[in-house]
Nanobody
Framework: QVQLVESGGGLVQAGGSLRLSCAAS????????MGWFRQAPGKEREFVAA????????YYADSVKGRFTISRDNAKNTVYLQMNSLKPEDTAVYYC?????????????????WGQGTQVTVSS
């Protein structure tokens, strides 16, 4: 069993930055690839970024490529999402998720564990 707790959300002006953190419980964190997803009001959940178990491979949605960076620290059981050049359309609840295995995936249904989410609001 893995429990995920996100933090770092908040209100920021367009063009600003935030760093989200996702702390995982359990001793098998390094066995999991991790992903970030988001869901805006009235919209479906969408993939944001994923990272392999080792951190050696990362994947991004086209909408955030070049602005967001996913990383992980297996010694701290934590995955991060650095978000720069934020836009109002980035406003959403952001969720981290874990999937057992080497590689991350953009398919939310593949993930085994989910956090409770953290709100990110970008004002124009």
């Amino acid at each position: 069993q893995v429990q995920l707790v996100e933090s770092g959300g908040g209100l920021v002006q367009a063009g600003g930055s935030l760093r989200l953190s996702c702390a995982a419980s359990g001793r098998t964190f390094s066995s999991y690839a991790m992903g970030w997803f988001r869901q805006a009001p009235g919209k479906e959940r969408e993939f944001v970024a994923a990272i392999s178990w080792s951190g050696g491979s990362t994947y991004y949605a086209d909408s955030v490529k070049g602005r967001f960076t996913i990383s992980r620290d297996n010694a701290k059981n934590t995955v991060y999402l650095q978000m720069n050049s934020l836009k109002p359309e980035d406003t959403a609840v952001y969720y981290c998720a874990g999937v057992r295995g080497v590689a991350g995936t953009a398919l939310g249904d593949e993930y085994d564990y989910w956090g409770q989410g953290t709100q990110v609001t970008v004002s124009s």
